[in-house]
C-alpha cells in the first residue's frame, strides 16, 4: 500500500510539474506574438529625418575649436583634420538638424568634439575612409552617430548618449553602410545604442558598450556578414543584442547583461535571421539568454548563460519556424530553464552542453520533431534533466549524462519513435528514465544508477516500446518498471541491486522480456495483476524471490532461470494458467578435492553431470573447466535442481559428481548430490596404504604440487627395492 500510494503521489507530481511547464509554454507563446510588432513598429520609424535648414559653417581645411559653435558643421572638403579640443557643437534642439554633416566627403577626421542638441550629432552620407575618434554625443534626439551609404570609416572611442525621440533615438546607427570599424565607442541612455540597418554589411564592432538604452543595446537588420566581438550590453531594458532577418553575421566574446523588460528582456535575440555565429558569448540576468525566434541554420558555440529566466530558447513564430540551428558546448547555469525547444523547433542539434543547477529543466522539448541531442550534460536541475513533452517524436538522444536533477529522462505526453541510446542517468532523485504515455521509443545501451526510485519506468499507456541491452544498478525501488503498459519489449536488460524488483510489472499485459538477466535484488522478476506476458530466457540470480507471480493470469514463462533464491525460486500466489515449461530452478555447487591426510588437493579433475548430461567437465574428463586450485576447490558451478517439463510440473533432476586424480591411482569418487540449496560439496582423495605410510613420515599433506607425490612414488620404491637386496643379501 505504502508503494501504491508513492506511485500516485509522484505521478500527480509529474502530472502538476507538466502542467505548469506548458503554463510556462504558452506564456513564452505570448511573448514571440509580442516581439514581431515591437521590431516591426521600430523598422517603420527608423528609415529616414525631417530636418530643417540652420545657420551653417563650411569647414574645407584643417581646423581647430577655439571655443563652443553654434552653428551647423558642413565639411567641405577631404583629407583634412578638425580637431575639437573638447568645445562643444551646440544645437538649438529638435528640428536643427545635424550637428556635423559629411556628405560625399573622404579622409576626413573628426576628433575631441561634444555635440549636442542636434537632431543628428553626427551625419556621413556617402563618405567614406574617414575617421571619427574621442568624441561625444550627447542629447541630440534622433541620432548621436548617423552613417547613411558610407562605408570603410573608423569611429573609436566615441560616446553617444541621451538620444530618445520616439521612433527614433539611436546612438549609433548604420543604414546601407558598409565595412566600418566601430571599436570602443560608448552609447548610453538612448533609445537603442547601435543599430546596423538595411544591408549594412561587412562591418566590425569591437568593444562597444551600450548600456541603460530604453530598447536595444545593438541591433542587426536586414544585414549580413558582419563581426561583433567583445562588446558589451548592460541594462538595455527589451534587448542587449538584436539580429533581425540578418543572416552571417559573428557574435564572438559578447556580454549582455540585465534586460528584464516584461515580455521581452533578452541577451540575445535572433528573428527571422539565418546563418549566424555566436561563439563564446555571455548571457546573464536577462529575462532570456539566448532566444531564437522564426531563425534557422545559425551555430552557437561556447556560449555562457547565468541567472536568466530562460538560458537558450528556440521558437517559431507565427510565420517561420526555428529549424536546423547548431548549439554546441555552450552552457547554462543557475537559470530556470536551460534549454526551451518549443513550437515545431526542429532539426535542431545540441551537442557538448552542460546544463546545471537550473531552477526547472535542463533540457525542455515541446512538440518537437527530428532533433538530435549528443554528449550532452544535465546536473542537479530543480525537475528534468530531459524532458520530451507533448508529440515530441523522432528526436535521437545518444551519450547524454543526466545526474543528481529530479529525473533524468522524461518523455511525455505521446512523445514517440524516439531514440534514446547510450545515455546516463545517475543519482536523480526519483527516476532515471521515465515514459509516460509515449509508445514506439527505442532505449538502447543506456545506464541507471542508484536513482532514488526507479531505474526505467513505463506509465500509463507507453506501449509499444523497446528498451535493448540496458542496465539498471542499485537504484531504490524499481530497475525496470512497467506500470499500464503493454505490448513492450524488453530484451538483453540488467537489472542489479534494487530494493524492490530487478523487472517490476503492474496491471501490464502482453509484453515480452527476453535474455534479461536480475541479480542481487528482493525480487528477480515481479508481475502483480499483469496478464498474457512472455517471459523467455531470462535470468534471476541471488534474490529472494526469483520469478515472483501475485494475481497475474495466463502468462508464458519459458526457459527462464532462477538461481540461488533465497525464500523462493518461482511464487505463484493467487494465480492461474501460467505455463513455465523449460523454465529451471538452480543453485551453485562448488567442489572441494582433500588428500588422503586431509589438505587441500590441487589439480584434481571433477565432472558433474545432470541427468547424465555434463554442466562442468576438467580436462582429466575431456573438458576445459578448471581442475582444483591451491586450495582444492572449483569455481562456483550453476547446477539445475528442478526443472518445468509441462506447465507447472517440476520435476527433480539428479547431479552425479565424479572426481579423480590424473598423476596417481587414486580412486575415482562418484557419487550423487543434493541440489536443494547452494553449497560445498567436499571429495576426499583415496591412495596405496605404503605410499599414504610414507608420506605420513614425510609429514607430506595438504597443498601439494602433484610432483612431489611422484618423487615420493619413486622414492618408496627404491626404499623397497634395497629393503629386498640388502635381506636377500644377509641371507646368503
Request: charged fraction near 10%; include cysteine; hydrophobic fraction near 35%.
Amino acid at each position: 500500500m505504502k508503494n501504491k500510494t508513492l506511485r500516485v503521489t509522484v505521478v500527480l507530481t509529474a502530472l502538476l510539474l507538466t502542467a505548469f511547464a506548458v503554463a510556462t509554454i504558452q506564456s513564452q507563446n505570448q511573448q514571440n506574438q509580442n516581439i514581431v510588432p515591437f521590431i516591426n513598429l521600430y523598422l517603420q520609424g527608423a528609415s529616414s529625418t525631417n530636418t530643417v535648414t540652420q545657420p551653417k559653417l563650411d569647414i574645407g581645411s584643417d581646423y581647430e575649436f577655439s571655443g563652443d559653435i553654434y552653428e551647423a558643421i558642413v565639411v567641405t572638403a577631404d583629407n583634412i583634420v578638425i580637431d575639437g579640443k573638447g568645445y562643444s557643437l551646440i544645437g538649438s534642439g529638435s528640428g536643427s538638424g545635424p550637428g556635423f554633416t559629411l556628405d560625399g566627403r573622404q579622409n576626413v577626421t573628426i576628433r575631441n568634439v561634444n555635440v549636442k542638441g542636434w537632431d543628428i550629432g553626427f551625419y556621413l552620407v556617402s563618405s567614406s575612409n574617414n575617421n571619427l575618434s574621442g568624441n561625444n554625443a550627447t542629447n541630440n534626439g534622433q541620432y548621436g552617430f548617423y552613417l547613411e551609404s558610407s562605408g570603410n570609416n573608423t569611429l573609436s572611442g566615441n560616446i553617444a548618449t541621451d538620444s530618445t525621440e520616439v521612433l527614433y533615438g539611436f546612438g549609433f546607427y548604420l543604414n546601407s553602410s558598409s565595412n566600418n570599424i566601430l571599436s570602443g565607442n560608448i552609447a548610453t541612455d538612448n533609445n537603442h545604442g547601435f543599430w546596423l540597418n538595411s544591408s549594412s554589411n561587412n562591418n566590425i564592432l569591437s568593444g562597444n558598450t551600450a548600456a541603460n538604452n530604453s530598447q536595444v543595446g545593438f541591433w542587426l537588420n536586414s544585414t549580413s556578414n558582419n563581426t561583433l566581438s567583445g562588446n558589451n550590453a548592460t541594462k538595455n531594458d527589451r534587448c542587449n543584442f538584436v539580429i533581425g532577418s540578418s543572416s552571417n553575421n559573428t557574435l564572438s566574446g559578447n556580454t549582455a547583461t540585465n534586460s528584464t523588460a516584461p515580455g521581452f528582456g533578452n541577451g540575445f535575440l535572433l528573428v527571422s535571421s539565418s546563418n549566424n555565429t555566436l561563439s563564446g558569448n555571455t548571457a546573464t540576468d536577462n529575462n532570456h539568454g539566448f532566444w531564437l525566434l522564426g531563425s534557422s541554420n545559425n551555430t552557437l558555440s561556447g556560449n555562457t548563460a547565468t541567472n536568466n529566466g530562460q538560458a537558450f530558447y528556440v521558437a517559431s513564430s507565427s510565420t517561420e519556424f526555428s529549424r536546423n540551428n547548431t548549439f554546441s558546448g555552450n552552457i547554462a547555469t543557475d537559470n530556470t530553464f536551460g534549454f526551451l525547444i518549443t513550437y515545431l523547433s526542429d532539426n535542431n542539434t545540441f551537442s557538448g552542453n552542460t546544463v546545471a543547477n537550473n531552477t526547472e529543466y535542463g533540457f525542455f522539448l515541446e512538440h518537437i520533431l527530428y532533433s538530435n541531442l549528443t554528449g550532452n550534460t544535465a546536473i542537479n536541475n530543480g525537475q528534468y534533466g530531459f524532458c520530451l513533452n507533448s508529440s515530441s517524436s523522432n528526436n535521437i538522444l545518444s551519450g547524454n549524462i543526466a545526474t543528481n536533477n529530479n529525473y533524468g529522462f522524461y518523455l511525455n505526453s505521446s512523445s514517440n519513435n524516439n531514440i534514446l541510446s547510450g545515455n546516463t542517468a545517475a543519482n536523480n532523485t526519483e527516476y532515471g528514465f521515465y515514459l509516460y504515455s509515449s509508445s514506439y521509443n527505442n532505449l538502447t545501451g543506456n545506464t541507471a544508477n542508484s536513482n532514488g526510485n526507479m531505474g526505467f519506468a513505463l506509465y500509463s499507456g507507453s506501449n509499444n516500446n523497446n528498451l535493448t541491452d540496458n542496465d539498471a544498478i542499485g537504484n531504490n525501488n524499481y530497475g525496470f518498471y512497467l506500470h499500464s503498459s503493454s505490448y513492450n519489449n524488453l530484451t538483453g536488460n540488467n537489472a542489479t541491486g534494487s530494493a524492490q524488483a530487478g523487472f517490476g510489472q503492474v496491471s501490464s499485459s502482453n509484453n515480452t522480456l527476453s535474455g534479461n538477466a536480475a541479480t542481487n535484488n528482493y525480487y528477480g522478476f515481479s508481475l502483480s495483476g499483469s496478464n498474457n506476458n512472455n517471459l523467455t530466457n531470462n535470468a534471476a540470480t541471488n534474490n529472494n524471490y526469483g520469478f515472483f507471480l501475485y494475481t497475474s493470469h495466463n502468462n508464458t514463462l519459458h526457459f527462464d532461470i532462477a538461481i540461488n533464491s533465497t525464500v523462493q525460486a518461482y511464487y505463484t500466489g493467487s494465480s492461474t494458467g501460467n505455463d513455465f515449461t523449460g523454465s529451471v530452478e538452480a543453485n551453485y555447487l562448488r567442489i572441494m578435492v582433500l588428500g588422503a591426510f586431509g589438505g587441500a588437493l590441487q589439480g584434481a579433475n571433477v565432472l558433474v553431470e545432470v541427468d547424465g548430461n555434463i554442466v562442468y567437465a576438467s580436462p582429466g574428463f575431456n573438458g576445459s573447466d578448471p581442475t582444483t586450485d591451491e586450495s582444492g576447490l572449483t569455481p562456483w558451478i550453476i547446477v539445475p535442481y528442478k526443472t518445468c517439463v509441462d506447465g507447472t510440473n517440476w520435476v527433480e533432476n539428479t547431479t552425479k559428481v565424479t572426481v579423480k586424480y590424473a598423476w596417481l591411482t587414486f580412486t575415482n569418487n562418484s557419487r550423487t548430490v543434493d541440489m536443494s540449496s547452494s553449497h560445498t560439496e567436499t571429495f576426499q582423495a583415496e591412495v596405496m596404504t605404503l605410499l599414504g605410510l610414507l608420506l605420513a613420515i614425510a609429514g607430506l599433506q595438504g597443498g601439494v604440487n602433484p610432483m612431489v607425490y611422484i618423487v615420493a612414488v619413486v622414492a618408496a620404491i627404491g626404499a623397497v627395492a634395497s629393503a629386498l637386496f640388502y635381506y636377500f643379501r644377509f641371507r646368503r
